[in-house]
């Protein structure tokens, strides 16, 4: 079990953390701080054995930031907006929830004008092999840059919009979800820093420079788009990876500030052994500690 961690605070700790003995079903101020603080300060947390109903875990999340219904209204929890719906059940020939469509590096909802800030996933049925998450540590990324790059980095504003830079074709198993021409008309070019100071602990980390980063305020196309594949190559080295194999119980929660992730490919469930689905809410803003 890690130590008891007081109150976020910038450190140089591991990126990604397993915290011990902990429900957060348990509404305890206590549990929450630790969270918090192991959130804040290894990026990726992941609690083992959560009993959670989905209305427990709407609360849970709610006491973590402001939880934002995804864009895909029709792979919501039925009961739960906020909840998404991942899954690789298909029922009348379509997924119950999003199959495809994150397979790429991204970060959650970094397309809309406040991008999330922490997405938390409650795992319900894990196939036996696969289904991994990967995720990249952003701030590491950014703090092995020589200094004169991150000078130059420093100020850049990037543009942002519904999609995957890396793979814009409809139907790939690497582009985000298509959306529906409603949900097309919706869309709109938002802009965020390219080096982000963290709101709860100052640390700067590479914000978003895959997935829905498509272009650079000041700069010509090719030169955004070259600026921001070096980046993105540089950030997802294996020596800034980690992944997270799920376990049924799993809660795992992940900062979008300081960090990209990626699932990996499953193929459709054909029956209990290679099943998944699990619960997601993204939220935005900080935990209310005080609460
Ligand atoms: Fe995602």
């Known amino acids: 079990m890690l130590a008891q961690d007081p109150l976020p605070e910038p450190a140089l700790a591991p990126f990604g953390a397993v915290l011990e003995g902990l429900q957060v079903a348990d509404d305890d101020p206590a549990t929450l701080r630790r ?11 992941a609690l083992r054995d959560q009993r959670l109903t989905p209305e427990q875990f709407v609360r849970f999340a709610r006491r973590m930031g402001r939880p934002q219904p995804h864009i895909k209204t029709e792979l919501r929890h039925p009961d739960c907006p906020e909840i998404l719906l991942l899954s690789n059940v298909f029922r009348e020939g379509r997924a119950i929830g999003i199959y495809d469509g994150a397979a790429y590096w991204h970060t959650d909802m970094s397309y809309e004008a406040e ?6 996933v ?5 196939p036996e092999q696969g289904g991994e998450t990967l995720f990249c ?3 590491a990324a950014y703090e092995a840059l020589p200094a004169a790059r991150r000078a130059e980095l420093e100020g850049l504003q990037v543009i942002h919009h519904y999609g995957n830079r890396s793979d814009p074709e409809e139907g790939s198993r690497t582009s985000a979800t298509p959306l529906t021409e409603e949900q097309k008309r ?37 030169a ?27 809660l795992v929660i992940w ?17 209990p052994a290679d099943s998944r689905l699990l619960h997601r809410i993204s939220v935005k803003g900080l935990p209310d500690l005080a609460a």
């Open 224 to 250: 955004a788009a070259g600026l921001l594949d070096e980046l993105k190559r540089h950030a997802t080295q294996e020596r800034f990876q980690r992944s997270h194999r799920y376990a049924a119980g799993d």
């Open 35 to 45: 969270v918090v603080g192991a959130l804040h300060r290894h990026r990726v947390v």
């Open 115 to 120: 991008p999330a800030s922490a997405t938390l």
């Open 255 to 271: 900062d979008n500030l300081a960090t990209l992730h990626a699932a990996s490919l499953i193929e459709p469930a054909t029956g």
């Open 122 to 126: 409650h795992a319900l049925q894990v």
């Open 137 to 139: 540590d952003m701030a």
């Open 186 to 222: 919706a869309v709109r070019e938002v802009r965020h820093p390219l080096v982000l100071a963290h709101p709860a602990t100052g640390r700067k980390a590479l914000y978003g420079v895959a997935g829905s980063s498509f272009g650079i305020v000041g700069l010509e196309q090719s």
